[in-house]
């Protein structure tokens, strides 16, 4: 019940393209849903977060769609650059619990 | 403009060493996370802490492991008698006073640990 499945594990788009991660949880008690992303030797940086009142939240490239009556929620990351190669986790956490549950990570490489 | 410190970057251990990690949150972040993450694998969140509490450590070895965060000074990851399994890189996370409401994360770079 605490996990977030994230696919797919692995990704690769071309230049220019669209990049899509998928994020699926259990506990309906999650209200807080962050994007990381992490580079090879650092550590993960917020990207995007979203909160359950709301369907999709854009920030320049990088949008979060929200679907709450399935559970799931997903990264998309229009035209897609070299620079956006990296990890991305998906994560949850609830209001007061502060723990903060991660998916197993994306790699996307963005091919020039 | 200081983020999440920690050090070391790299720390090498024999089997049955001790091993210390440390974090420096950001500047005004009284809560403190620690999370594992193994290669190619997310991050297990490990503990909660905030100053002089621990709040959450469900996801701590029963064994082994501990953390601290004092009144003063960074806060503590001790690994006692690490064994080959602990290598990992371990990474610190603060946020600001919540109340009720998430805050985000910041994470430091994180600390490898290889156990010889």
């Known amino acids: 019940q605490q996990q977030v499945k994230q696919s797919p594990q692995s990704l690769i788009v071309q230049k220019g393209g669209i990049s899509i991660i998928n994020c699926a949880y259990e506990n309906t008690a999650f209200d807080y849903f962050p994007w990381y992303q992490q580079f090879p030797g650092k550590g993960p940086a917020l990207l995007i977060a979203i909160r359950p009142d709301v369907s999709e939240k854009k920030e320049g490239r990088f949008t979060i769609s929200f679907n709450k009556s399935a559970k799931q929620f997903s990264l998309h990351i229009m035209d897609s650059q070299p620079g956006d190669s990296a990890t991305y986790f998906c994560?949850?956490?609830?209001?007061?619990?502060?723990?903060?549950?991660f998916g197993a990570g994306t790699r996307l490489f963005v091919k020039a | 403009n200081a983020g999440v410190m920690q050090n070391p970057r790299h720390l090498v251990r024999r089997r049955g060493q001790e091993a210390r990690l440390r974090c420096s949150p950001m500047?005004?972040?009284?809560?403190v996370y620690w999370y594992r993450q193994l290669p190619e694998e997310g991050l297990k969140f490990m503990v909660y802490?905030?100053?002089?509490?621990?709040?959450?450590e469900s996801g701590m070895p029963k064994e082994r492991f501990s953390a601290e965060f004092p009144k003063e000074g960074p806060s503590i990851l001790r690994i006692q008698q690490v064994v080959r399994g602990d290598s990992a890189a371990y990474f610190c996370?603060?946020?600001?006073?919540?109340?009720?409401?998430?805050?985000?994360?910041?994470f430091g770079d994180g600390t490898r640990l290889s156990i010889l």
């Open positions: 994560a949850a956490s609830k209001a007061g619990g502060f723990k903060t549950i």
């Open positions: 802490l905030q100053k002089e509490n621990i709040i959450d």
């Open positions: 500047k005004g972040h009284s809560h």
């Open positions: 996370a603060s946020s600001p006073l919540s109340g009720n409401s998430n805050q985000p994360q910041h």
